[in-house]
């Protein structure tokens, strides 16, 4: 069995009002030094497959729903 | 064709909660609605259930959190759709009936590729997002828009342009954005299509940020049709607004039950119809 991580993150540009906010509220719970949060998405997908078959598998998955080209970038690693 | 034999499909799953008022908004108006699971289109149903995309003159995909707004709002719908009815729904939009998606239906519509469609029907991946607002809540209020079209979108006929009106929003992911790099030039090529159909504005009518805006969305677009006119989305509810008592000032106003502002969005269409059919 192949597991995949689909990491999907927002494309370099895209405000991050999720990220935003929750550097606020850290900052408000006193946590110094901050730069800044970026929210990302993380999908653990196990699959009965060849790990070859199970990343064109994965890359499908985010091309047909998992990520919207518009906004967000994928990335498939294998464990 | 008469008002009273056009079909209306509100087109539902799992998590769509507005279907109700979608059905009675058309019912009013003295159409033949009817909701519709999506397995009764795909013919994962009983026989008896089955259903088919073209006996029906309108589609509309109503508001609500389809599959929960997993992975992103409407996107689940959205597949199911293009893996299993995208040649129907393609022949649905191309015999020029109307299409309407208002607020996840909106959403549905741009991740199914059918907005804003510059070249082709369905495109096969989407053209562009509703993503998080930028207060990054779910902004829930009265919201004006102005009708910015020039006469090519079949929902608006009925309403002149320039004109305010007040649709309910309820949404956290209402920030329609397109690629980063060419956003302007696609909002200028919206404006030469005349595909944008609403946009946020005070209750002067001027162009405005939060609150008036409630999502932070690219040059205050509130709603867009395709490039044929025949393929509406939007986020805020008209649906909600079928009669004056609806609308948050109804006291003031002469006649509770006269006309809210959301009826001539479904009247439009409903003229369209009975005009071209």
Redesign the interface.
Known sequence: MVKADIRIELKHGVADPEGENTRKALELLGFKGIKSVKTVKLFEVEMDAEPEEAKEAAEEMCRRLLANPVIQTFRVDLK | MNIQDIRVCVLRIEGTNCEEEAYNAFKLLGADPEKVHLKQLTGDCPPSMRRDLDDYQILMFPGGFSAGDY??AG??FA?RI??RLAPDVENFVSSGRPVLGICNGFQILV?LGLLPSFDEILSE?????L??????RFECRPTYLKHENHGKCVFTSQLPRGEVVLFPSAHAEGNL?????REMEIVRRLEENDQIVFRYVDADGNYAGYPWCPSGTVANIGGICNPEGNVLGLMPHPERVMFRYQHPDWTRDQDPNAPGDGRVIFSSALEYVSRRY
């Not at chain 2, 991946?125 to 997002?129: L, V």
């Not at chain 2, 954005?177 to 790099?181: A, G, K």
């Open positions: 992975v992103r996107a689940i597949a293009k893996s991740e991946e989407p053209q562009a997002a993503y998080t607002n930028d207060s990054g954005r397109f690629p980063t790099d």
